[in-house]
């Protein structure tokens, strides 16, 4: 059976995601992990989607961070206005319309138009400017559409080379005009025209125009009032000539810049995530590097409520005497008594108690991931003893929540003074 899910569907699940963050009983968080080495650095393993790559992101999971309904936002393609490129029109029946340049990011002014008219396929030339609410003409004849800008808060945590954000503008929203007839699609261009009227029918009303000639061809139509209310129309034109044909070109039925998200196409969140040196009491450590980000939503803290706190640790922490030797940073070690042999050392601070912070990464899984007070650990590469005085457990509940999205990367390696701005990019 044939079926269809329409980009206002795909926009209206993207929009509906960027909508939960602000759900008060909701809690999103990021996440890092993986500390130890891919097989091969220079290419991340691909994450499968069956249920172990879930228990696995919390195995080696280092630390997470609440995301705030200010760190999530809409966004589209990048696409920056140049000289000498054709940009596609506005076409109310063109399919493949979304993905397409058919609107523009203006620098340094950081305003998106939308390209309404590209004077029959031709490169545009002059940049638009200005933010009138009606379509304007530039010197190379094309139309453009003023939408909205970017605020500086949308330069920084949103705009990538990839990606820019989606605004509602609400002057150009109030001034919508929806059925307006801005542009034509010429299906046969005719011959022999001298003179020629263009007469639109439809359910629209208050169109005019007149159709433009040149060498005897039908190369267009001049608009001197777009009308309004058109959800349908044809054009017939008549002259001295024939043959030719042309298709008017709707505006949505609510208007271009009204209902802005669906008419472009907007079905990417992006989610600001801003790691800030040892955030939380050094719930981000800063000795270490991570090769994973993620997405859960709703995780418990270690008491079982849900997870509120801005920062949370996802690694255990012993607290040892140190007898000899001294850990390696990313080292398995093994207790011996309960023969823990499933950790490796995330953090190793200073004598004469040495405080560790440890995960269990999949390639440790190999039994027993407890340990207990008074048990002597040892490290297996650098043979470092310690004996264990007190053991924390990490402030959140393992395998809690539902993760939502895993990214594995090249190694990120973390310092006392750097900061991080990751961005996760959801597709619909």
């Not at 309904?69 to 206005?81: A, E, F, G, Q, Y």
């Not at 398995?332 to 560790?356: E, R, T």
């Amino acid at each position: 059976m044939p079926q269809l899910i329409t980009n206002n569907f795909r926009a209206f699940l993207a929009n509906a995601l960027v909508n939960s963050f602000a759900d008060s009983n909701t809690k999103f968080y990021a996440f890092i992990g993986k500390s130890t080495s891919w097989v091969n650095e220079s290419a991340p393993e691909t994450p499968g989607n069956y249920a172990f790559s879930e228990k696995d992101a919390w195995h080696d999971m280092l630390s997470l961070k609440r995301i705030n309904s200010n760190d999530v936002k809409l966004v589209l393609p990048r696409i920056d206005w140049a000289p000498g490129v054709v940009y596609s029109r506005y076409n109310d029946k063109n399919s493949s319309l979304i993905g397409s340049n058919f609107y523009a990011l203006v620098l340094p002014q950081y305003r998106v138009y939308l390209c309404v008219d590209n004077n029959n396929e031709s490169i545009s030339t002059v940049k638009p400017s200005g933010i009138s609410t009606s379509v304007f003409t530039t010197a190379d004849n094309y139309k453009w559409k003023y939408l909205y800008s970017l605020s500086d808060d949308d330069i920084l945590k949103f705009l990538t080379v990839r990606y820019m954000p989606v605004n509602t503008d609400s002057d150009v929203s109030l001034a919508a005009i929806g059925g307006e007839i801005r542009s034509f699609e010429l299906l046969n261009r005719g011959n022999d025209y001298s003179s020629a009227s263009i007469t639109v029918v439809g359910n629209g009303s208050s169109f005019v125009g007149t159709p433009i000639i040149t060498n005897g061809a039908i190369t267009g139509v001049n608009i001197s009032n777009p009308g309004s209310g058109y959800t349908y129309a044809e054009a017939i034109i008549t002259g001295n000539g024939s043959n030719a044909n042309v298709r008017p070109i709707l505006t949505p039925i609510t208007g271009h810049g009204r209902k802005i998200k669906e008419d472009l196409g907007a079905r990417h969140v992006i989610i600001n995530c801003r790691f800030n040196f040892v955030e939380g009491d050094e719930d981000f450590p800063i000795v270490n590097d991570y090769r994973r980000i993620g997405l859960i939503k709703n995780p418990l803290d270690y008491q079982g409520s849900l997870a509120s706190n801005v920062t949370l640790s996802a690694t255990g922490r012993i607290t040892a005497r140190r007898i000899s030797g001294t850990f390696s940073l990313d080292e398995k070690f093994v207790g011996n008594i309960n023969l823990g042999n499933a950790v490796i050392l995330s953090a190793n601070l200073v004598a004469p108690n040495i405080l560790i912070k440890y995960a269990s990464p999949k390639e440790y899984l190999t039994g027993v991931t407890s340990f207990a007070v008074n048990e002597g650990i040892t490290g297996q590469s650098s043979a470092a003893f310690a004996r264990i005085l007190r053991i924390e457990p990490p402030e959140v509940q393992k395998y809690s929540g539902e993760v939502l999205y895993i990214e594995n990367r090249e190694k990120i390696t973390r310092s006392y003074d750097q900061s991080e701005n990751v961005h996760i990019v959801i597709e619909f």
